[in-house]
C-alpha cells in the first residue's frame, strides 16, 4: 500500500474534458466501499438501547445506525409546516421516521465506534464528527473523504466532553435543513452497570478540572494515565440539552430540493461558476447568503413569538431515553432539587448571533468538547465563572458545557438571545424554565 498505489481506491468521474462541470457540488458516484483498517467495534450502547428501548433492535453488533435523509413536514408553533431534512435511526422505532434534532448519540471513551451510514434521498451526504478528530477517510468532509452511498465509519474517542455530527456535502443547507445530531463522549465505564450504577439514569459523570471549586462534590483529580476511568471527571445530577436553532422559511419554500446549493456553471470552475443567478432547470439556485430567519427553536421545541417578541417555553421538556441512547431523563426545561449538580451542554446550531444568559452563576467547564484545565490542556485554559445575568455569546457549532449548583431556590429562566449575524439587529429573546426547589 502506498500513495501512488493505495489499498482503497474511491472510484471518481475524470475531470479532463469537464472542467466546466467540476464545482463542488457535482455528484459524485454512489460507492459502498470497505472501511480501511477495519477492527471489530467494542460500543457497548447500541445493545444497551436493544435491550431497554421497548422495540429497539440492534441489527448489526456493536454498531450505530444513522440513515439520511428523510424528507417531512414539521408543523411550526403557528401551524405552519416547514420543510425539514432528518437524520433516522432505523434500529429505534421512535427514530425511524426521522427526528428534529437527530438522536443523541452516546460513546463512552476508548471503545471502537461503528458508525454505519446509509445516504437516501437526493445525493450526495457524509457523517463528519465534529471534533472527534478520526483518520481522513472517517471524518467525513465533502470530497476530502466518504460520500455516500453506504459506509461504516470507524473512529476511537479519546475526550470526553459534548460533540455533534452532520452531513457535510451542501453543507449550508443540509445543516440548516435538519441533519444533524448531538454526540456525547463519556467515562469509559458509563455503560458498565458492575458497580452499580444507573446505566439508563442519572448520576453520570463528565470531565472537568474542578480542584479549585470545592463547590461541587465527587471531583476526582489524578492521573489520566492511571487507569482511573474517573479521572478527572465530576459527578452531575441533572442533564439539559440546549441545541440552539433558527430556521428561515423563505429558504425552505424556495430550496426544498438537495440540490438547490447547486450554481450555474461557468466555464472555469471556482472562477465564474454563478452564484448570483438562478440556474435553468429544475433545480433553481437562490441566494443563501441572504439569511433572514423567522422561527427559533431549541432541541426541537420553537419558541412561539414572532420577531422582535420575548417567549418562553413550557416546563417539564425531556428528551426520551430513545433519543439520547437509552438514558431516561434528559431535560430541556430545568427542574431540579437545591444543592443538584446540574450539567447543561449548549450548541450552537444558530446561524445568528446567540447570547445566553442564566439567572444564576455558572461555572463553563468545556469548550468544543475539551475539557478546561485537564490535562494535556492544563497549562493553556481553566474553568471559570460566569455570573448571573452575564451573556455567553455563541457562534455557528460552538460548545459550551456549563455546571450549576445552588443552595437557594429559584424560579426565574434562561434565556436565549437571538441577534442577526449581519446587522445585529434583535430577532428574538427565547427563555427556558429554570426550576430549583
Not at 459534548?162 to 456535502?169: A, L, N, T
Not at 449550508?172 to 444507573?198: C, M, R, T, V, W
Not at 470552475?269 to 440556474?279: C, I, K, L, M, W
Request: negative net charge.
Amino acid at each position: 500500500m502506498s500513495f501512488s498505489n493505495p489499498g482503497n481506491k474511491i472510484l471518481r468521474r475524470s475531470v479532463v474534458g469537464h472542467e466546466g462541470e467540476w464545482v463542488k457540488s457535482f455528484d459524485p458516484p454512489q460507492e459502498n466501499p470497505p472501511t480501511p483498517e477495519l477492527l471489530n467495534p467494542t460500543n457497548p450502547v447500541p445493545a444497551f438501547v436493544a435491550a431497554t428501548i421497548p422495540g429497539a433492535t440492534n441489527e448489526i453488533p456493536f454498531t450505530q445506525r444513522v440513515h439520511l435523509m428523510q424528507g417531512r413536514d414539521i408543523q411550526m408553533w403557528d401551524g405552519r409546516k416547514l420543510g425539514f431534512f432528518l437524520i433516522q435511526n432505523p434500529d429505534v422505532p421512535e427514530a425511524v421516521d426521522g427526528t428534529f434534532p437527530g438522536p443523541t448519540i452516546r460513546v463512552p471513551r476508548g471503545v471502537i465506534f461503528h458508525g454505519q451510514v446509509n445516504g437516501h434521498g437526493q445525493p450526495a451526504h457524509t457523517v463528519h464528527w465534529h471534533g472527534i478528530e478520526p483518520t481522513a477517510m472517517n471524518d467525513g468532509v465533502g470530497h476530502t473523504s466518504m460520500e455516500l452511498g453506504k459506509y461504516t465509519y470507524q473512529w476511537q474517542p479519546n475526550h470526553i466532553g459534548s460533540y455533534f455530527y452532520h452531513c457535510h456535502r451542501s453543507t449550508i443547507q443540509h445543516f440548516e435543513y435538519g441533519l444533524y445530531g448531538f454526540l456525547i463522549i463519556e467515562p469509559p465505564d458509563a455503560y458498565d452497570p458492575s458497580d452499580g450504577k444507573n446505566v439508563g439514569g442519572y448520576p453520570r459523570r463528565t470531565a472537568a478540572n474542578l480542584s479549585n471549586y470545592p463547590i461541587f462534590p465527587g471531583f476526582i483529580g489524578g492521573n489520566l494515565e492511571s487507569g482511573d476511568p474517573h479521572a478527572m471527571t465530576i459527578p452531575y445530577d441533572i442533564e439539559a440539552l440546549w441545541v440552539i436553532d433558527d430556521i428561515d422559511s423563505v429558504w425552505r419554500e424556495q430550496a426544498e430540493h438537495a440540490h438547490q446549493t447547486f450554481p450555474k456553471h461557468g466555464n472555469n470552475p471556482g472562477v465564474d461558476d454563478r452564484f448570483d443567478e438562478n440556474a435553468s432547470g429544475s433545480y433553481d439556485f437562490f441566494a443563501f447568503h441572504d439569511y433572514n430567519p423567522d422561527y427559533f427553536v431549541v432541541t426541537g421545541v420553537d419558541f412561539p413569538g414572532r420577531i422582535g417578541s420575548t417567549v418562553s417555553i413550557r416546563p417539564g421538556l425531556t428528551v426520551p431515553a430513545a433519543l439520547n441512547s437509552g438514558v431516561g431523563g434528559m431535560q430541556i426545561s430545568i427542574n431540579a432539587r437545591r444543592n443538584q449538580t446540574i450539567l447543561i451542554r449548549l450548541l450552537c446550531a444558530a446561524y445568528t448571533k446567540i447570547k445566553v444568559t442564566f439567572p444564576v452563576d455558572v461555572v463553563v467547564i468545556a469548550i468544543d468538547g475539551r475539557s478546561l484545565g485537564v490535562p494535556p490542556f492544563g497549562r493553556y485554559n481553566h474553568p471559570y465563572t460566569v455570573p448571573a445575568g452575564k451573556p455567553i455569546e455563541m457562534s455557528t457549532a460552538q460548545r459550551i458545557d456549563v455546571l450549576i449548583r445552588s443552595n437557594r431556590p429559584t424560579s426565574s429562566f434562561g434565556q436565549i438571545e437571538y441577534r442577526h449575524h449581519l446587522s445585529d439587529a434583535f430577532l428574538l429573546n427565547g427563555r427556558i424554565p429554570i426550576v430549583i426547589k
